[in-house]
């Protein structure tokens, strides 16, 4: 019921920037908690960042100071602003999102994933 694409991958030398967009679309859901994995081959998939739908933010240690997540309600969209990037960054990226989804007269909770955006930071 709920579609995710995700755009702004790609090839950036250390300290650079890039910027990852994730739009929702669909019909019948509300977006609660939204959010950004990351996953290196042979890795398991890593949280990198989460907004929740009143703004509250979260980020995995190794990103604070360097990434912020944002998000646009009305829009359905979620932001990852990267900057200061570093070759240990490297990864596909995936956007995640919870939301509440209604079907006839049942509304449930449901997670949602994006395809996945390939991030490479040369050194």
């Known amino acids: 019921q709920v579609q995710l694409v995700e755009s702004g991958g790609g090839l950036v030398q250390s300290g650079g920037s890039l910027r990852l967009s994730c739009t929702a679309s669909?019909?019948?859901?509300?977006?609660?908690?939204m959010g950004w994995y990351r996953q290196v081959p042979g890795k398991q998939r890593e949280l990198v960042a989460t907004i929740s739908k009143t703004g509250s933010t979260n980020y995995v240690d190794s990103v604070k100071g360097r990434f912020t997540i944002s998000r646009d309600n009305d829009k359905n969209t979620i932001h990852l602003q990267m900057n200061s990037l570093k070759p240990e960054d490297t990864a596909v990226y995936y956007c995640n999102i919870e939301a509440f989804v209604t079907v006839s007269i049942s509304t449930t909770l449901d997670t949602y994933w994006g395809q996945g955006t390939q991030v490479t930071v040369s050194s």
């Open positions: 669909g019909s019948n859901f509300v977006m609660y908690t």
